[in-house]
């Protein structure tokens, strides 16, 4: 506020109270980071212990990569699914191999590589996929025989 017959200042050549640095403080260890700037000799009394050392600062955490997902297991789970729409057992059986391929990968990659729930959904669909064509196979062959040998007794 100003008082009556006071000069009217300059706003801009008043020191901002919100721009002005950190004042010392004689507080230990420090809390942020610290310039060098901010470090206030203290004296000591007679028989009393040195002041603590003032800690660094902890550095940030590292980058660490994350773990990357197994393209083997990916393309096993693909195959998978494919061999039920598109051709029935020869890409469940390629999808076995990149699975085995992919699970062997994941054991030697001590965590950094993943996709072990992908493997073994691949292995179940790639699974059922061959023992359900093995099956419609063998009665398709049955009725086949069965055919056949009802045509040679009549």
Same mark, same amino acid.
């Given at each position: 506020?100003?008082?009556?017959?006071?000069?009217?200042?300059?706003?801009?050549?008043?020191?901002?109270?919100?721009?002005?640095?950190?004042?010392?403080t004689t507080q230990w260890p420090s809390t942020g980071a610290t310039t060098?700037?901010?470090?206030?000799?203290?004296?000591?009394?007679?028989?009393?212990?040195?002041?603590?050392?003032?800690?660094?600062?902890?550095?940030?955490?590292?980058?660490?990569?994350?773990?990357q997902t197994s393209n083997s297991a990916i393309i096993a789970l693909v195959?998978?699914?494919?061999?039920?729409?598109?051709?029935?057992?020869?890409? %469940? $059986?390629?999808? @076995? /191999?990149?699975?085995?391929? &992919?699970?062997?990968?994941? =054991? !030697?990659?001590?965590?950094?590589?993943?996709?072990?729930?992908?493997?073994?959904?691949?292995?179940?669909?790639?699974?059922?996929?061959?023992?359900?064509?093995?099956?419609?196979? %063998? $009665?398709?062959? @049955? /009725?086949?025989?069965?055919? &056949?040998?009802?045509?040679? =007794? !009549?």
């Open positions: 506020m100003t008082q009556p017959g006071d000069q009217p200042a300059d706003e801009s050549s008043q020191p901002d109270s919100s721009q002005t640095p950190p004042q010392p060098g700037a901010e470090h206030v000799d203290v004296p000591q009394e007679a028989g009393a212990p040195p002041p603590a050392a003032p800690q660094a600062p902890v550095p940030p955490p590292a980058y660490t990569p994350m773990p195959l998978s699914i494919v061999a039920w729409v598109v051709c029935p057992i020869i890409p %469940a $059986i390629i999808a @076995l /191999v990149f699975a085995n391929k &992919a699970d062997k990968e994941i =054991l !030697s990659s001590n965590g950094w590589v993943t996709g072990g729930g992908l493997v073994t959904a691949a292995k179940i669909v790639s699974w059922i996929n061959i023992g359900l064509y093995a099956a419609l196979i %063998a $009665i398709g062959l @049955l /009725v086949v025989i069965l055919a &056949a040998v009802g045509g040679a =007794l !009549s």
